[in-house]
């Protein structure tokens, strides 16, 4: 049974970092797309970044230069490091994983298994 989850949500002021970890059990996440999204309450989930099965990554334009994906193939996690943190990337943060190996960052309906998702909030 394929499961992800997420950790390492949690308050930091503007300008801080954090850094967002999710385990896969049951499933490589080397062989196939990984992906990080986030939601606002009454918003539509957003792609943050995906990481293809070749290590190539990609990522929102709100988030360029700031956040940065990448992956443990030996220890299956995925992680997405945050920099200088704003007050609008609060959001509820979701791990997902797609049945494919290329096109890593794309609409919500090409991922199938998600996290519980981990809570990040950045005040001014």
């Known amino acids: 049974q394929v499961q992800l989850v997420e950790s390492g949500g949690g308050s930091v002021q503007a300008g801080g970092s954090l850094r967002l970890s999710c385990v896969a059990y049951?499933?490589?996440?080397?062989?196939?797309?990984m992906a990080w999204f986030r939601q606002v309450a009454g918003k539509e989930r957003e792609g943050v970044a995906g990481?293809?099965?070749?290590?190539?990554?990609s990522s929102g334009d709100s988030v360029k230069g700031r956040f940065t994906i990448s992956r443990d193939n030996a220890k299956n996690i995925l992680y997405l490091q945050m920099t200088s943190l704003k007050p609008e990337d609060t959001a509820m943060y979701y791990c997902?994983?797609?049945?494919?190996?290329?096109?890593?960052?794309?609409?919500?309906?090409?991922?199938?298994?998600w996290g519980q998702g981990t809570q990040v909030n950045v005040s001014s």
């Open positions: 049951g499933y490589s996440i080397s062989r196939y797309c």
């Open positions: 997902a994983a797609a049945p494919f190996p290329f096109g890593c960052f794309g609409p919500v309906g090409k991922f199938k298994v």
């Open positions: 990481i293809d099965s070749d290590g190539s990554t």
